[in-house]
């Protein structure tokens, strides 16, 4: 089974400044995706940014930015001007193209939580 | 513009009682997924549905059970609650399908279950 793993369990960044968020996976797999959720203390699941690995190019969704380093296996998360409301927990999540054990569910790291000072 | 619709939101129960969580998409997506969330840890896979007519055991299926009713629903039972089923449950879905065809799993906003 993939596991995703995020080292930071909290983190801290000044509003206006740059935090970059560490996630590792391991996999067998060539072609995969991975994604960042956020989740505020309000519960909801959303979708921050995703990657395609056959892409080389790192994808950019204005402020967020990752880092995708395919033969490392890592996949991190660059918040850009932070902001009071990027406060949360912040997920990285793997999923296969397909997987008979699992279909096409995510394989979630345990969350890093952001801490947003003014 | 509703998404992923979960009920009930919160619910208690006692040990031993039996209760099932609805989930309903109107995206017309043919995966649907339910994950339960335990602190420290991210969310771990219960069952899943692929497509109409079909579910299959995730990581964590003991003590759960799921129907897909048709294509919009997908709920979970627990037939006799236990206090380590006390988590905040996620239904998800997605249009998925093999090769390089990626869509993103939409959640609802989960259901707090505590069991007593």
């Known amino acids: 089974a993939q596991t995703v793993t995020q080292s930071q369990p909290e983190m801290s960044v000044q509003e206006a400044e740059t935090v970059t968020l560490s996630c590792t996976y391991d996999?067998?797999?060539?072609?995969?995706?991975l994604f960042w959720y956020k989740q505020p203390p309000s519960r909801q699941m959303i979708l921050v940014i995703r990657q395609e690995a056959y892409k080389q190019q790192n994808a950019t969704e204005n402020r967020f930015s990752v880092n995708f380093q395919k033969a490392a296996k890592s996949f991190s998360l660059k918040i850009s001007d932070s902001q009071l409301g990027d406060a949360a927990m912040y997920f990285c999540a793997y999923r296969n193209s397909y997987n008979s054990n699992s279909g096409y569910a995510l394989n979630f790291g345990k969350g890093t939580s952001l801490l947003v000072t003014p | 513009n509703a998404g992923v619709t979960q009920t009930p939101k919160f619910q208690v129960l006692k040990t031993g009682q039996s209760m099932t969580l609805q989930c309903a998409q109107d995206?017309?997506?043919?995966?649907m997924y339910w994950y339960r969330q335990d602190p420290g840890m991210g969310l771990r896979l219960i069952y899943y549905?692929?497509?109409?007519?079909?579910?299959d055991k995730g990581e964590v299926p003991n003590g759960y059970n799921v129907s897909r009713l048709n294509k919009r629903e997908f709920s979970l039972r627990l037939e006799s609650a236990a206090p380590s089923q006390t988590s905040v449950y996620f239904c998800?879905?997605?249009?998925?399908?093999?090769?390089?065809?990626?869509?993103?799993?939409?959640f609802g906003d989960g259901t707090r279950l505590s069991i007593l």
């Open positions: 996999t067998s797999e060539s072609d995969y995706y």
């Open positions: 549905s692929a497509s109409e007519g079909t579910t």
């Open positions: 995206m017309n997506h043919n995966s």
């Open positions: 998800a879905s997605s249009y998925s399908s093999l090769g390089r065809y990626n869509q993103p799993q939409h």
